[in-house]
């Protein structure tokens, strides 16, 4: 649901009247309260729209807004409802038409109200971000089990399980010939010899599908959870495949809980993958390859439209200026008209969904290769 065409037509979502955009997240522990904090903080923001609106000197305008916002109530009283599902919850709505788009996330999402002319997408693709498709890779010597993790959501797509027949080779049992000890425990390493390679074999042919899953299914990162020993050897069977292996028993969990017990690997995983795509950047820029560091930099190449990945880091906040030409600068440029943009970075997201950019939006710790170039960078085209 949520690929780079869904994100593009949401970006796209214009209405020079005004589009709504409300972002709210059900935290559990508020459920029990009867007026809890995320309704007290949209309703605030709301309020704050409407005073804004207030001092527009277009009467028919303000009262096309207020009358929107009048005919959602019954949508944002959803949006709000503790019984409704969905932990991150958003809801964009043009003033101008009846276009009304709900979005529903099981990851937490940053609590706003805004009324631009376009869709605001940023909270949206930062929780996306913190919950991008993933996929853990239950191994054991029973088989393995393969959970598809996306945006807070843990589902089961495969199980497969090991059956190693061994009727036909069953240790022997008693002294070898000759009588002696030794003979029998040579039987006995000769059955778990074949045990063993039986099942590298096994884990061996689980390998194909797994990587089809993996390319399918867009999965950002994979981890191969279990004893090391069978990780090892999946981890060299699914080569080139990048994986993470990590060492713990999660093989009988439900998939839920199985995704909450590596939580934390998954996280730090994506720092990782944050960090060298940051460093990446930054020694393609450095040596004159393909890559741009810092604002002014980064916004004149997505201009020309050379840019091929940008990269964002999560929290960093940008304003600048926008020309009539939809060209964006850090400083009003010389002899071009323009305006003020106070978010500079929800219009650098829009540039690039709008014109086929690949797009990252960096963890903190993630993107500290870019703390003395404004958290941007991007890789070029050319």
């Known amino acids: 649901m949520f690929d780079q065409t869904f994100l593009r037509e949401l970006a796209a979502m214009k209405d020079e009247a005004g589009v709504v955009s409300l972002y709210t997240t059900a935290d559990p522990r508020e459920e029990a309260s009867t007026r809890p904090a995320r309704g007290i903080r949209l309703r605030n923001e709301l309020a704050a729209i409407r005073d804004h609106v207030n001092t527009w000197p277009d009467r028919e305008r303000r009262e096309a807004v207020f009358r929107r916002l009048e005919a959602l109530e019954p949508d944002i009283v959803e949006l709000l409802d503790a019984a409704e599902s969905g932990i991150g919850r958003a809801l964009f709505a043009s003033v101008g038409d009846n276009d009304v788009r709900t979005i529903k996330l099981q990851v937490p999402i940053e609590d706003c109200?805004?009324?631009?002319?376009?869709?605001?997408?940023?909270?949206?693709?930062?929780?996306?971000?913190?919950?991008?498709?993933?996929?853990?890779?239950?191994?054991?010597?029973?088989?393995?089990?393969?959970?598809?993790?996306?945006?807070?959501?843990?589902?089961?797509?495969?199980?497969?399980?090991?059956?190693?027949?061994?009727?036909?080779?069953?240790?022997?049992?008693?002294?070898?010939?000759?009588?002696?000890?030794?003979?029998?425990?040579?039987?006995?390493d000769r059955f778990q010899r074949r045990v063993?390679?039986?099942?590298?074999?096994?884990?061996?042919?689980?390998?194909?599908?797994?990587?089809?899953?993996?390319?399918?299914?867009?999965?950002?990162?994979?981890?191969?959870?279990?004893?090391?020993?069978?990780?090892?050897?999946?981890?060299?069977?699914?080569?080139?495949?990048?994986?993470?292996?990590?060492?713990?028993?999660?093989d009988t969990l439900p998939?839920?809980?199985?995704?909450?017990?590596?939580?934390?690997?998954?996280?730090?995983?994506?720092?990782?993958?944050?960090?060298?795509?940051?460093?990446?950047?930054?020694?393609?820029?450095?040596?004159?390859?393909?890559?741009?560091?810092g604002l002014n930099q980064t916004l004149a190449l997505l201009n020309e439209g050379r840019v091929d990945h940008l990269l964002l880091e999560e929290s960093a906040k940008w304003s600048g200026f926008k020309g009539l030409d939809g060209y964006l600068y850090d400083h009003a440029p010389a002899g071009v008209p323009s305006d003020p943009e106070p978010d500079l970075g929800e219009r650098m997201i829009e540039a690039a969904l709008n014109t086929g950019v690949t797009l990252t939006i960096l963890t903190t710790t993630g993107a500290e290769a870019l703390t003395n170039y404004n958290g941007v960078a991007a890789l070029l085209r050319w």
């Not at 981890?223 to 713990?248: K, N, S, W, Y």
Request: hydrophobic share 40%; glycine share 8%; proline share 5%.
């Open 196 to 250: 063993e390679d039986r099942l590298r074999r096994n884990l061996h042919g689980s390998a194909p599908e797994i990587a089809r899953q993996a390319r399918s299914r867009g999965w950002t990162d994979v981890l191969l959870i279990g004893d090391v020993e069978l990780t090892e050897v999946l981890a060299g069977a699914v080569h080139p495949l990048d994986v993470v292996q990590v060492d713990t028993i999660v």
């Open 113 to 188: 109200a805004v009324l631009e002319s376009t869709a605001y997408v940023r909270p949206l693709l930062t929780a996306m971000a913190t919950s991008a498709p993933a996929g853990l890779v239950l191994v054991s010597r029973d088989g393995v089990r393969l959970i598809d993790l996306r945006y807070g959501v843990a589902e089961e797509i495969k199980h497969e399980t090991y059956e190693i027949d061994t009727e036909d080779w069953r240790p022997m049992r008693g002294p070898g010939p000759g009588g002696t000890a030794q003979s029998n425990s040579t039987q006995t």
């Open 255 to 293: 998939p839920a809980e199985a995704a909450k017990h590596v939580a934390p690997e998954l996280a730090a995983t994506r720092e990782r993958r944050d960090a060298a795509l940051a460093a990446r950047a930054v020694d393609a820029a450095k040596s004159g390859g393909r890559g741009s560091l």
